[in-house]
């Protein structure tokens, strides 16, 4: 496909004014369609030329050779607007999708590695409803990051050591359960929950128990056989659970590679930030003094010989940088953390790893919920105020399902279509909004048709879909008049499509899916008011209006993917 942006670039650097850099740099897309699909900014020149921009742009729009497929260019208060000619941005951006796909607008791999460390939740517990954000936005972020031309690692580190894991094991020995093989093997998760919210209850009576936490977690790190039976128990009980849930979501991980695995590779970080004179005593605590960089010291041991979060996280940073030497590493986890990510980023500086500046937090405002005194609050697990995420997709799935077995009660594998309809809703829901806002969640506006939701655009996939089944055959290009494809509908719809491969870039550079989601309520929106405006099947120009309708849905159809959503084709 012709990029209009470099030829336009080009035709604009002939005349001795801007470089190519500078016009692709300042070229913007207008919001008002009267305004051309393209204007450049001309205030940039005025010092340098003293005029006012006005003239410079009337100037310049005389001198501009207008290149292949702009149709005219006109000067507007200082600003040169560019107008595509509708016909050939139809050819152009419907060619292209044909030729490529869904990978239209993906770009070429670049042999660059992305780690994306994401929702890594607690084992011992069952995931919660606030898990959604991690995993959704890491979701997300590992397609967005392939399709622009990465290969990436997905990491699930799991929580999976440290002295929850003491309480765990002080509660299940103290309730007196059995630690025959078969019962350890059918533990569930669940069971962990209620022991976790039992030791939260009896230790305010008896807080001495804390102790024994903290020394059974001891015990665990030195190699307890006893402990270490329970705790691989624990973890794997976990596990199946989150397995599960996953497999529902359509998400997967590369690796399960969660705390425990650094634990033979921590005393080689010890022993080198011994050597480089980093690790001090402090009230009886190995850190590293970062004042210099106006933080807190990071606490590296405990007096008990212990490991914390950061001691952990950097055996993590430096064996995924010899493992897989990355070009980012990317840590999906919530903004209460930014201050733990700043000290361990900053602590690799200090040991003289340059690298250290490819790590990057990725931080997101939480999930909050209305609690019956009407206060938006997130919930805790482990004290059992958090909604699991398992009920809340069960809830999604049965609002869903009556809606559709009053719409559509003959639908087959509707409990699996409401399942993927009310999780995709889920997950629109959060990444529809800027990572770093915090989230209010309401099931009415998160499950409706209508408006900004996962299930207006679904259903926008769906009704293209409808189309394509209704005609019965495959619309071809060599059947397709591009000047049949020049109203304003259509023309809307296709730019529209034209600006796949920027959104995907943009996104990939900003971390920030919300962009693909605005992106994809653009494509529902231009595609129903195409639609709507004028019939496809039995117009006159039927297989080119078709043809337009099988590209707005391979592209919806990436988008959704992209976005973790499942782009279903009935409902």
């Known amino acids: 496909m012709i990029s209009f942006e470099q030829s336009i670039a080009a035709a604009v650097a002939k005349t001795d004014t801007f470089s190519e850099e500078e016009v692709l740099q300042l070229l913007t897309i207008p919001q008002e369609t009267t305004h051309g699909n393209f204007s450049l900014p001309c205030f940039a020149l005025a010092k340098k030329m003293r005029l006012a921009p006005k003239i410079i742009a009337e100037t310049l729009a005389t001198k501009i050779e207008l290149p292949q497929g702009i149709s005219k260019v006109e000067p507007v208060n200082g600003y040169l607007n560019f107008f595509i000619e509708r016909s050939f941005l139809a050819s152009s951006v419907l060619t292209h999708i044909e030729e490529k796909g869904l990978s239209y607008g993906h770009a070429s791999p670049n042999h660059k590695t992305v780690i994306i460390d994401y929702s890594s939740p607690n084992i011992g517990k069952e995931l919660a409803f606030h898990h959604l954000r991690s995993t959704m936005i890491g979701n997300s972020l590992s397609r967005i990051y392939k399709a622009n031309g990465y290969h990436v690692e997905r990491i699930n580190h799991l929580g999976d050591w440290g002295t929850a894991f003491g309480k765990l094991i002080v509660m299940y020995l103290r309730e007196g359960r059995s630690l025959?093989?078969?019962?350890?093997?059918?533990?569930?998760?669940k069971e962990l929950n209620i022991l976790y919210g039992s030791f939260s209850k009896i230790s305010k009576e008896y807080p001495e128990l804390e102790n024994e936490a903290r020394a059974a977690f001891t015990r665990l790190e030195e190699g307890d056989s006893l402990y270490r039976k329970l705790w691989s128990a624990f973890k794997n009980a976990t596990l199946k659970e989150l397995l599960r849930?996953?497999?529902?979501?359509g998400v997967s991980f590369d690796h399960y590679t969660g705390e425990s695995f650094f634990e033979d590779k921590i005393p080689a970080v010890l022993d080198e930030l011994r050597e480089k004179n980093l690790l001090i005593k402090s009230q009886e605590l190995d850190v590293v003094m970062l004042d210099d960089f106006d933080l807190p010291p990071c606490l590296i041991r405990k007096s008990d010989g212990s490991t914390l979060y950061a001691?952990?996280?950097?055996?993590a940073a430096l064996y995924r940088k010899k493992e897989y030497q990355f070009s980012k590493c990317l840590y999906v986890v919530d903004l209460g953390q930014s201050l733990h990510f700043k000290q361990v980023f900053h602590v690799l500086k200090k040991m003289n790893y340059d690298w250290y500046q490819e790590m990057v937090h990725i931080p997101f405002g939480v999930i909050l919920q209305?609690?019956?005194?009407?206060?938006?609050?997130?919930?805790?697990?482990r004290s059992g105020t958090a909604s699991l995420l398992r009920d809340v997709i069960e809830a999604a799935k049965e609002k869903i399902l009556s809606f559709i077995n009053e719409k559509n009660p003959d639908l087959e594998n509707?409990?699996?279509?409401?399942?993927?309809?009310?999780?995709?809703?889920?997950?629109?829901?959060d990444l529809k909004n800027r990572r770093l806002m915090d989230v209010k969640f309401d099931w009415d506006s998160a499950l409706s048709f209508d408006g900004a939701t996962g299930p207006y655009v679904q259903n926008a996939h769906v009704?293209?879909?409808?189309?394509?089944?209704?005609?019965?055959?495959?619309?071809?290009m060599e059947d397709v008049s591009w000047d049949t494809l020049t109203d304003?509908?259509?023309?809307?719809?296709?730019?529209?499509?034209?600006?796949?491969?920027?959104t995907i870039a943009k996104?990939?550079?900003?971390?920030?899916?919300?962009?693909?989601?605005?992106?994809a309520l653009e494509i529902a929106e231009a595609a129903h008011r195409f639609i709507h405006q004028d019939r496809v099947l039995g117009s006159a120009e039927e297989k080119s209006r078709l043809f337009l309708v099988q590209s707005t849905q391979i592209v919806l159809e990436n988008v959704l993917d992209l976005l973790g959503l499942f782009p279903i084709r009935q409902m």
């Open 463 to 476: 009704r293209l879909c409808s189309i394509m089944r209704k005609a019965g055959y495959t619309s071809k």
């Open 311 to 315: 001691t952990r996280d950097l055996a």
């Open 180 to 189: 025959e093989d078969d019962v350890l093997e059918n533990l569930t998760v």
């Open 370 to 381: 209305q609690t019956e005194e009407g206060k938006w609050e997130k919930g805790k697990t």
């Open 414 to 429: 509707k409990e699996e279509i409401a399942t993927q309809i009310g999780i995709s809703a889920l997950t629109f829901n």
């Open 245 to 249: 849930i996953y497999s529902m979501m």
């Open 507 to 519: 996104a990939c550079e900003t971390d920030e899916p919300s962009m693909l989601a605005q992106y």
């Open 488 to 502: 304003d509908a259509a023309y809307e719809l296709i730019k529209v499509l034209s600006r796949k491969g920027s």
